[in-house]
């Protein structure tokens, strides 16, 4: 605890200080909730789109062998030339959002290309826009986390610090103000006892 000043100015400042930590205090209890509820969320819909990848890549493999051959590259057809992002505000904090992914143009000859390279090229695009989802939830999910750890200890630096030691503070300066006051009438009694005596003793009583 810092060092206190005995003083009715420490004392208004200090009851103003600890009405605005129970002021601030829900709403930081409000954040972390909505974070941790959010935090939640995501996690089960990374899940479900880590099952779907899984789906996805299942079907891949029942025709994977014929992604060796030579004379089919559809390489250049499944990597994202562009990916689109948002942002979402949650709780006070931005996180990215999966939008969708910008392929190249599927140009080739429909006539000398086999018939199975539309379906693995609309398949293995559909895996990476799920692979790339998947990243930015992943993303999204370490922001929030990081978020609730600073919000988290804030609401414990509120609750365990500052308003016991506020609440404190002011209990000591009002039994000392309370015990000048009694003083300070203890005094004025003995003194106004003293002057009346005088009084009386010149008066010769």
């Given at each position: ?109 429909f006539f000398t290309t086999p018939l199975w390279v539309d379906h693995a090229i609309d398949k293995l695009r559909e895996f990476v826009s799920q692979e790339l989802e998947t990243e930015i939830i ?68």
């Open positions: 605890m810092p060092k206190i000043k005995l003083t009715k100015g420490e004392l208004k400042r200090q009851r103003d200080a600890l009405k605005q930590y129970k002021r601030y205090l829900p709403t930081l209890q409000l954040k972390k909730q909505q974070l941790q509820m959010e935090i939640l969320h995501q996690s089960i819909i990374c899940d479900e789109k880590e099952e779907e990848k899984s789906k996805k890549l299942n079907d891949i493999k029942v025709w994977a062998g014929l992604l060796s051959d030579d004379e089919v590259n559809i390489k250049q057809w499944v990597m994202p030339k562009e990916i689109i992002t948002g942002v979402k505000n949650i709780a006070g904090v931005d996180v990215p959002i999966f939008e969708r992914a910008e392929f190249a143009f599927d140009e080739y000859d992943k993303e999204s999910i370490k922001i929030l986390k990081n978020e609730l750890r600073i919000t988290t200890q804030r609401v414990n630096l509120f609750e365990k610090v500052k308003i016991p030691e506020a609440e404190e503070i002011i209990r000591l300066i009002k039994i000392y103000i309370g015990d000048q006051m009694t003083n300070a009438v203890g005094r004025s009694k003995i003194a106004k006892r003293k002057i009346e005596e005088s009084i009386l003793a010149g008066a010769g009583v």
